[in-house]
């Protein structure tokens, strides 16, 4: 533990805080890669794969970075630990605030909407054909009744 450690413990280290930001989604992102070029040989569809990382890939990357979140402040790896804020919350904080905050995600949305566009543009010529929105949205519309039942 370094000095800046002891006088802030709540403080994380930069290169901690770009593994926990970027290290799952690369990990989620390699899985989905593996299992939708395999199910796509197969026949199946790429969304299919999608639906397939979540809970095989997401929640237990999830789950440990809320145990090892945990296990830093509290000293024993618990996910009750994890959450250290606890308040009571008013009506306020339950109907106004949701209210709000869907209201500002929408105004956002609008204003960053060309931005997406563009990096979409830019970037989809990098990805594999059966890897951009409008192939696995293809590909869910194309696929026989029974891979659509487990995929929507």
Known sequence: MTARDKKDPDR????????????????????FY???WHSIQRGLTGYLALLITIPLCLVPLELGVLLLWSGRFT???????????????SVVDYVALPIV??????????????VSQSLGAQLSPWLPSWATQQALLNGMATCPPTQRFFTQ
């Not at 000293?75 to 919350?89: D, E, H, I, T």
């Not at 949305?109 to 060309?114: A, E, K, L, M, R």
Request: some cysteine; proline content about 6%; overall charge positive.
């Open 12 to 31: 994380l280290s930069v290169p901690l805080m770009f593994a926990l930001h970027l290290l799952p989604g690369i990990i989620i992102g390699a899985v």
């Open 34 to 36: 593996f299992l939708a």
């Open 75 to 89: 000293g024993r790896g618990s996910l009750l630990g994890a959450v250290r804020y606890r308040r009571q919350g």
């Open 101 to 114: 905050l869907f209201l500002c995600c929408g105004a956002v949305s609008v204003f960053i909407s060309p």
